[in-house]
């Protein structure tokens, strides 16, 4: 982008949730997306289970807003959920609309009552609406294409958000509110200035802060912490959710076995062939994730071995084509035939169920700063998440965000020239870009030996010294050379490293996600969010 255009509206990022928006809004705005590298790169491309919905006669709302409850473990806010569940429906009519192409049920057409539905862990029902294993592909695909033709809509791809301009920075009276953002155009190394009357972020989650995580590399928690950093409220981010089934593979970088494979009956065995979940809780291979990951974590310490196995074997090879080409063909790539073979797999860090905390209408505590998807925490997921709830929260509250857009949008004034450009001072380029791999890697080793699945106040206090230590590297880093993306990212990192560790420290207490050998047991005073602000701002 040479020339920052006029907006209504900055979107950053290209998932589900900026895109749904932004087709929402943009009959009724100018708007602009921005995207770090190519915009089909976004978590929602790996999405392979689905998107949860009530579609079944015999499923019920009731049973749905359950099911959530009981994997968010007392910490939902139950309006929050039966606004998301009852909305269900509708979202998979627009997609359908759109041209999103679920599969149906035999022989049937794939409007919204005769698609065929899955099965995934803590749902009752089936409920889990999918392309075969490759949902979130099929999603993209559509949502891109139709962006791609939408008039009012620029994309901007290899453009990188450094901060959220407020009024609060740019010295200007009249309300703390969010005007627009810096961007770092990657391809000629200049800082843009980019104002806007709403800007949203949807910039998807964090699980790069882990060492094993099932995220694409751009998940480096940068909507989360722009937002700290601009002064919305954050919660709960100690609750991180690992998938229990990531395949275990020296060259499988980041592959997610989904969790539709236990959902159509597949086991986990321990090496020594011994079904082992049905030992943790009554649903067995189907119990909510955190239970399940805990479980092979436990086993992986007491065996020693590396992995636990996902037993399918005796689904027929056509079944396992048809139904999971995705998971088939790549694992046939790594010489796992999966319906001969049990793939090994272990748990990797995969979901924030926190976030930059919003409103039913997606707006954060910062005015005109909305966040949708995994980077906000909407009340939805408590203290777990339920699988295949988050492309239903991102639609649901993209929708609402784009209404609110729409009502806001004629009394907003964005100030123009009194908003300072970037100030570049007097860095230089650098010339060490060890730096930056070295304290990635020190982050990412001590998240997940110290704040993973099992945690202690010792490990909870390493963690918070190395982290206090890098941030004041980083920090220093970060004024003294030119940005890059892997700067922005990591200091981006750092913060949500933090905002983990301190959440983690404050909740004494194990309740869904969150689990310290310390405080096992659930504790009512710790029945509410976490809540984490800026202490400057
Ligand atoms: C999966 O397919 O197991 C992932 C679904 C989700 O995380 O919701």
């Known amino acids: 982008m040479s020339q920052p255009p006029a907006l209504d509206v900055l979107v950053i990022g290209s998932g589900i949730a900026g895109l749904f928006y932004s087709l929402s809004v943009a009959d009724h705005a100018r708007v602009g997306i921005i995207t770090k590298r190519s915009a089909a790169e976004s978590a929602t491309s790996r999405a392979q289970g689905g998107i949860a919905a009530v579609l079944s006669h015999e499923d019920s709302f009731e049973e749905h807003v359950q099911d959530t409850l009981t994997a968010g473990a007392g910490l939902c806010n139950e309006k929050v959920v039966r606004h998301v569940v009852e909305r269900g429906p509708k979202m998979i009519e627009a997609l359908v609309a759109l041209g999103v192409d679920f599969d149906a049920q035999e022989q049937k057409s794939n409007s919204a009552d005769h698609l065929e539905l899955g099965r995934e862990g803590g749902h009752g029902r089936r409920r889990i609406v999918h392309h075969r294993d490759a949902t979130g592909r099929e999603l993209e695909r559509v949502l891109l294409a139709r962006v791609a033709a939408h008039p009012n809509i620029r994309l901007f791809e290899d453009h990188c958000a ?132 805990r479980a092979i974590d436990t086993e992986l310490k007491r065996s020693g071995d590396d992995s636990v196995f996902l037993d399918a074997t005796h689904w027929s090879p056509k079944f396992a084509l048809n139904r999971f080409p995705t998971i088939s063909e790549r694992c046939l790539s790594f010489g796992i035939d999966i319906t001969k073979d049990q793939i090994p797999v272990v748990p990797a860090a995969h979901y924030c169920c926190g976030g930059v905390h919003t409103d039913i209408h997606g707006e954060s505590s910062l005015l005109n700063l909305f966040a949708v998807g995994e980077v906000a925490h909407t009340g939805l997921h408590g203290a777990n998440r339920l699988a295949s709830n988050s492309l239903l929260e991102a639609l649901v509250f993209a929708a ?101 560790i301190d959440a983690a420290q404050k909740r004494q207490e194990s309740r869904g996600l969150h689990y310290t050998v310390d405080f096992p047991q659930r504790n009512d005073l710790y029945q509410k969010d976490t809540l984490l602000c800026r202490s400057d701002g």
Not at 407 to 427: C, F, N, T, Y
Not at 460 to 470: D, G, S, T, V
């Open 400 to 500: 609402a965000a784009s209404e609110a857009t729409q009502k806001r949008l004629p009394s907003i004034d964005v100030p123009g020239a009194q908003v300072p450009d970037w100030e570049e001072g007097e860095a230089t380029e650098s010339d060490e870009a060890v730096i930056i791999t070295q304290n990635w890697d020190e982050i990412r080793h001590f998240m997940w030996n110290y704040v993973g699945i099992v945690r202690s106040d010792k490990r909870l206090e390493r963690a918070r010294r190395r982290i206090e230590l890098l941030q004041d590297e980083i920090t220093q880093y970060y004024w003294d050379f030119k940005l890059t993306t892997d700067l922005i990212e990591l200091r981006n990192l750092a913060v949500v490293a933090r905002l983990i």
């Open 162 to 293: 450094v901060d959220v301009i407020t009024t609060e920075k740019a010295g200007i009276p009249g309300g703390h509110r969010a005007i627009g953002a810096y961007v770092l155009d990657t391809r000629t190394g200049k800082i843009l200035k980019i104002l806007s009357k709403i800007t949203l972020l949807a910039s998807g989650g964090n699980g790069k802060v882990y060492l094993y995580t099932t995220n694409p590399d751009i998940s480096t928690g940068d909507g989360m912490a722009m937002g700290y950093r601009a002064g919305a409220a954050i919660r709960n981010m100690e609750f991180m959710q690992f998938h229990p089934t990531c395949l275990y593979h020296p060259l499988a970088k980041s592959f997610l076995i989904s969790e539709a494979v236990r959902g159509e009956g597949a086991i986990l065995r321990t090496r020594d062939g011994h079904a082992f979940m049905s030992g943790y809780h009554d649903m067995a291979d189907l119990a909510p994730r955190d239970i399940v990951a």
